[in-house]
T-cell receptor
């Protein structure tokens, strides 16, 4: 079945450094890839997304890149701040005509002050 | 707008009991979803709905039922609770299937 692998499972960076989280998907028909941030005790919140007709998207300190050929996409956070500490999930839409999403297993990011 | 609300926040069930997790949204979204999140795992889709009266199974529907009689509400029913259903349950909604999903705060369910 469809699968999304996410690495690393935990990531510690010094404040001000960059953080990169990588995901690989299996369904070549997937065409939408959102990233969610989940703070302790809360539901996930969308931070950025990318569609398959775009290779890169930026929003201030956050960027996502997509390589359709290799079927992987990555989240880049620059100039990390303590408030970036959270669990981050990638997801891929199953196929191109469904409303189902497969989520990665999450990355716990710790930004050390 | 309250967004997506879920009740209860916490619940402990005994094996074999039944309960309904409530979910409501006030954003007039057509699409609603139920996910479960197990420790150290991503979210797994249980059921989803693309509009009132229309529901479909996700990855892990066994042991659950849903209904969608109104646009606003999407309750999840657990029949004959089992320890394997111990999890955190999230409800989400979106305007359309290709748009941002808004998540509720979750319900932490323990079955003992």
């Amino acid at each position: 079945g469809e699968n999304v692998e996410q690495h690393p499972s935990t990531l510690s960076v010094q404040e001000g450094d960059s953080a990169v989280i990588k995901c690989t998907y299996s369904d070549s028909a997937s065409n939408y890839f959102p990233w969610y941030k989940q703070e302790l005790g809360k539901g996930p919140q969308l931070i950025i997304d990318i569609r398959s007709n775009v290779g890169e998207k930026k929003d201030q300190r956050i960027a996502v890149t997509l390589n359709k050929t290799a079927k992987h996409f990555s989240l880049h956070i620059t100039e990390t701040q303590p408030e970036d500490s959270a669990v981050y999930f990638c997801a891929a839409r199953v196929g191109s005509g469904t409303y189902k999403y497969i989520f990665g297993t999450g990355t716990r990011l710790k930004v050390l002050a | 707008n309250a967004g997506v609300t879920q009740t209860p926040k916490f619940r402990i069930l005994k094996i074999g009991q039944s309960m309904t997790l409530q979910c409501a949204q006030d954003m007039n979204h057509n699409y609603m979803y139920w996910y479960r999140q197990d420790p150290g795992m991503g979210l797994k889709l249980i059921y989803y709905s693309v509009g009132a009266g229309i529901t479909d199974k996700g990855e892990v529907p066994n042991g659950y039922n849903v209904s969608r009689s109104t646009t606003e509400d999407f309750p999840l029913r657990l029949e004959l609770a089992a320890p394997s259903q111990t999890s955190v349950y999230f409800c989400a909604s979106s305007f359309k299937g290709f748009y941002e999903q808004y998540f509720g705060p979750g319900t932490r369910l323990t079955v003992t």
